[in-house]
């Protein structure tokens, strides 16, 4: 039996990460000052939720949670709920192998697991659990590299493959920079290229302005605006501030646009998919769940942030993820 309380996961994930002396995942959870150079983007990626507030629509004849659908459809697959797992790696000194246990966690909830750089054997052995994956990879210097990642990502059976743009420059935790010798710009036409080596959708990780969005919809198949959870870039956008346009932008295209950073609670998902996204991505999340207790305690908090969503939906008059409109946000 798992345990559903999200507060008490949490917490018990906080413990486990102040005892192992992760302050920074601490205060990137927690959404305090941290990340990259001064650290607001830590910080405002909480922050920001603060300035969108919910309607309720109580009089929808709605007679049971149960009757609240919150089943998507992503990559030709139905999924369960519209969280799914960030584009993970590392985590090592939380369980021997992390990103088995995230794919697990995911299959058992209907989701699916993303991950981002690792080796090929973390990446069979996520697979090898019968879970959905995605696989982000890096933008290395070399696009063989790129290539051949991608490559044995999708000969292994995973349903979707894609590289987080916003790692051109590498990232940064305070003044360290992260990757930065190992990654570099790529130009539109070498990104199409990669892309075209592929038979699977193509993700785009890292877009943060309407202009990239329409560059990359000539290209990729899914789009997830990010800040990377405010690890690249100091006093960016929250990804909700930029997904109306963004929406706009590419309006028509039958491109799935996903969103993360900052994102920790059924409200947050709701406001994120009432701004136009299919789906969100929760990176933090994942790792303190699996801090508190493994696959159980990812499954527990993502059970507990669906419950939270399907509780927020029927209160705001939405049956199903389709009936989710921005006509339930007042915008500050
Ligand atoms: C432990 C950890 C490892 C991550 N590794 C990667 C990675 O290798 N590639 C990537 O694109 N994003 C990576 N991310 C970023 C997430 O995919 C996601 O963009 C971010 O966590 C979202 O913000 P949140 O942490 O506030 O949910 C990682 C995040 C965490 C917490």
């Not at 910080?43 to 609240?68: P, Q, T």
């Not at 592929?198 to 990729?220: H, Q, R, T």
């Not at 997830?224 to 963004?246: F, Q, R």
Request: proline share 2%; charged share 25%; with cysteine.
């Amino acid at each position: 039996m798992v345990e559903n309380s999200y507060t008490e996961v949490v917490q018990k994930g906080l413990e486990k990460l102040r005892s192992l002396g992760g302050v920074d995942r601490i205060k990137r959870f927690l959404g305090e000052i941290g990340g990259a150079e001064s650290g607001y983007t830590w910080f405002y990626n909480r922050e920001f939720f603060k300035k969108i507030r919910l309607k309720m629509k109580l009089l929808e004849d709605i007679s049971d949670l149960s009757e609240i659908d919150t089943r998507i459809t992503l990559f030709g697959q139905r999924l369960e709920m519209p969280i799914m797992s960030g584009a993970m790696s590392g985590m090592g000194d939380l369980a021997p192998k992390p990103l088995k246990l995230v794919a697990e966690a995911m299959k058992e909830i209907g989701s699916i697991a993303w991950m981002g750089a690792g080796s090929k054997d973390q990446l069979l052995e996520m697979v090898n659990t019968g879970a959905n994956v995605v696989k982000i990879t890096k933008p290395y210097k070399e696009n063989e590299k790129i290539i051949e990642e991608l490559s044995f990502a999708e000969k292994i059976g995973v349903i979707a493959v894609g590289i987080d743009i916003d790692y051109f420059y590498g990232g940064k935790l305070g003044d360290r920079l992260i990757l930065g010798g190992v990654t570099g710009p790529k130009k539109i036409s070498e990104l199409s290229e990669i892309a075209s080596t592929l038979n699977i959708p193509f993700v785009v990780k890292g877009i943060l302005s309407e202009s990239d969005a329409k560059k990359a919809s000539n290209f990729a198949d899914a789009i997830v605006v990010s800040n990377h959870g405010g690890t690249v870039l100091d006093y960016a956008a929250h990804p909700l501030e930029v997904l109306p346009e963004i929406v706009k932008e590419i309006e028509g295209t039958d491109i799935a646009i996903l969103v993360d950073s900052g994102f920790r609670r059924g409200t947050d998902v709701l406001k994120g998919l009432a701004l136009g996204a299919k789906g969100v991505l929760m990176g933090s999340t994942t790792l303190v769940g699996l801090a508190a207790d493994g696959k159980n305690g990812i499954i527990s908090l993502f059970l507990a942030i669906n419950d939270e969503l399907k509780r927020t939906m029927a209160i705001c008059g939405c049956k199903d993820i389709n009936s989710i409109s921005k006509d339930i946000l007042i915008l500050a």
